[in-house]
């Protein structure tokens, strides 16, 4: 590794936020007004992403006022204290240069995406578990079933070797009284 990698590896972020293309992100902004540092934020659609390593940077769109604001953030600055991703959105382009174009709502929405890739796998594995519990509860209450008949029918089979057979008079006797 040369000097250079090794300087960049210090200056980038060790746990970066992953969002893509058409996320909706609140990006929280270190800002220094006199002597005071407070953060703020700057909400809207990331439009594209550039860059590798040190030098990665995305640009976000947001309408203010009426107007379309554009304002670029380099992924691992200090003066990017989070970002946070509000909504994930399933676009198919790397650049979304064409929502400059748009006017009103249609500027700022971009088609959601129902899971993240690994939500998905999360709840493909939840969808699995699921089924093997209900199948395992299902066959839990079967052989419960099959026992609660089986002594149902050893009680019956008990009840009846424990009465008295009562004699039937036979068609002789009655005929004799």
Sequence with gaps: MDIIQKIEKEQM?????????????KVHVRVVEGGKERIQLFAGIVIGKRGTGVNQAFTVRKIASGEGVERGFPVHSPKVAKIEVTKRGKVRRARLNYLRDRVGKRATTVREEAFSADDAKAAKAAKKAAVAEAAAEAEAAEKAAAIAAQEAADAEAAAAAAEPVAEQPSAEGEEKA
């Design 13 to 25: 972020k060790k746990d970066p936020t992953p969002f893509n293309v058409g996320d909706s992100v």
